[in-house]
């Protein structure tokens, strides 16, 4: 609905009523949210009745009941009894785009004919704002992936493709056989694919900064020499980092000392913190405190990812991939359900099936639970990841999942709200503004039909959202997905045929 001349007070509510159906605009457009509760999360405060102008992709105005503002040819949304909120972030995903499918290491998966429209990638970023989700980091994948990644990420941003916002991180990890335990397999060579120097290391870096990367990504199977030189030559470079702690190859409080001297920015899983626990017997449990010190001490902020070691924990015990809330399994394409069943599923395979495994992972979840509640008491900087698209965990709703499990362990609801939404943001985009509700703010954004305050699982209840400062209401988001799903029913039949193939040659 496009209202001429629009005076901004009381008198919006009623010019609403068709307004939550009106089609995403182009680039440019602005918007009106009438009546609306606001909950900026850089303060504690809920601002009630207030009037929201979105501009050219910011938010220009938000004014209080009974203020008076001239917008030409605004969108208007009725936000009486609703929620608006910042966008939620998944600050660890690995997403599942065509590039990945044809670098598959399966040469009929590598063959499925995706067409030319890129309607599986924009199957995918309808999943994330589905449930909220406008940004999204991604923790490096294949070669194909990520060029990929970077494609989509400038579709987005020029407003071509409705998505997240895609933060492209690069990997950059040494050979297995590089971890300090194994010295007598050590490889002879090394090179910026897999580095196993310092120069090698640096040299990796500095080719994401020349691809346009994110951030970095130091995997743990780089020595000392080489994940230092990585952590400082991405400071240099601005770089964000964010993974794994290295395996240093002894069960030592130096080897911890070392990666706290030399922290990355964020530490992508609280069950890393977990393994350092666990390595020797001069840590135990009831030293968490003083580990949680540590953490807060070295200023780095940490992704628990605890909807994840929960997720494989129910894959041992229940032999089964869990269930996805909801409908949601529906959104699950036909790829991704592949990858969910063995063998590509290793947590159901026949390697996994040991009670070992499974008490060990048991273990770890309930130390990182205890051990987020912790960092959260300490004021360590928490952010929302989930590892999606691991099996049982579907892109987009599994931050709504996560949210859940944070809220379990203690942090309050607006804290929980900020490890989604404000927390990532100011991790990833620093340079981008705080990601609050506030004037002159990113218009990304998550309208909700309940209060998220009172319930934590209202997060789901969602009106529609606002990306790269465009609106699209829940109905259009589903009827886009709808349409989809013609193009995964045949990509599921494509699989199908390849399977019978494959079974008929043996």
């Not at 004014?63 to 917008?71: E, H, L, Y």
């Not at 794994?244 to 409080?253: D, I, M, Q, V, W």
């Not at 922290?263 to 626990?277: D, G, V, W, Y």
């Not at 499990?405 to 943001?425: M, Q």
């Amino acid at each position: 609905m496009i209202v001429q001349a629009l005076a901004l007070g009381l008198g919006l509510a009623s010019l609403s009523a068709t307004a939550m159906a009106a089609p995403a605009a182009v680039p440019g457009g602005s918007y009106v949210i009438t009546d609306v509760t606001v909950i900026p999360l850089d303060t504690d405060e809920v601002l009630r009745h207030r009037t929201v102008l979105i501009r050219d992709g910011k938010i220009a105005r938000i004014a209080a009941q009974g203020a008076r503002t001239r917008v030409e040819g605004a969108t208007v949304v009725d936000g009486t009894g609703k929620f608006l909120i910042p966008g939620f972030v998944d600050a660890h995903v690995h997403i599942a785009t065509e590039g990945a499918i044809r670098d598959s290491k399966d040469p009929a998966m590598a063959a499925l004919e995706l067409g030319r429209d890129h309607a599986y990638d924009r199957q995918v970023m309808l999943s994330f704002l589905k449930a909220g989700v406008t940004g999204a980091a991604n923790l490096g994948g294949s070669a194909g992936s990520d060029e990929d990644l970077l494609w989509l990420r400038g579709q987005i941003d020029q407003g071509r493709i409705d998505g997240p916002r895609l933060y492209v991180g690069k990997r950059i990890n040494g050979p297995r056989a590089a971890v300090a335990i194994k010295p007598e397999s050590t490889p002879s060579a090394s090179r910026p694919e897999a580095p196993y120097t310092a120069a090698d290391g640096i040299a990796a870096v500095r080719r994401a900064r020349e691809r346009g990367y994110d951030f970095i990504k130091p995997y743990q199977f780089l020595n000392r020499e080489t994940y230092q030189a990585v952590v400082e030559e991405s400071r240099r470079q601005g770089f964000i980092t964010t993974g794994h702690l290295p395996e240093l190859g002894c069960a030592s409080c130096a080897d911890r000392a070392f990666a706290f001297a030399h922290p990355m920015t964020n530490i992508a899983h609280s069950e890393e913190l977990a393994r350092f626990a666990r390595i020797g017997s001069d840590l135990s449990p009831n030293d968490i405190p003083a580990l949680a010190q540590a953490v807060d001490d070295s200023g780095v902020s940490v992704t628990p990812t605890l909807i994840t070691l929960k997720t494989i924990v129910g894959m041992y015990v229940q032999r089964e991939v869990p269930s996805v809330p909801g409908d949601w399994i529906k959104l699950v394409d036909p790829v991704t359900r592949l990858d969910w069943t063995p063998p590509a599923n290793r947590y159901l395979s026949q390697a996994f099936r040991d009670q070992e495994g499974a008490d060990t992972f048991s273990a770890g979840y309930d130390f990182a639970r205890v051990l987020t509640r912790e960092l959260y008491k300490r004021g360590v900087r928490l952010t929302v990841g989930t590892d999606a698209a691991l099996p049982g965990l579907a892109f987009g709703v599994s931050v709504q999942q996560e949210m859940i499990e944070l809220r379990e362990v203690g942090l309050s609801s607006l804290d929980v709200l900020r490890a989604a939404s404000i927390n990532a943001h100011r991790l990833f985009d620093p340079d981008a503004g705080s990601g609050a509700v506030r004037e002159g703010e990113r218009a990304n954004l998550v309208l909700l039909d309940a209060d998220p305050l009172a319930d934590i699982q209202n997060v789901s209840k969602i009106a529609g959202v606002f990306t790269q400062g465009r609106w699209l209401p829940m109905a259009e988001i589903d009827r886009r997905l709808g349409e989809g799903q013609a193009f995964e029913r045949g990509l599921g039949e494509q699989i199908e045929r390849l399977k019978g193939a494959r079974h008929s040659a043996h």
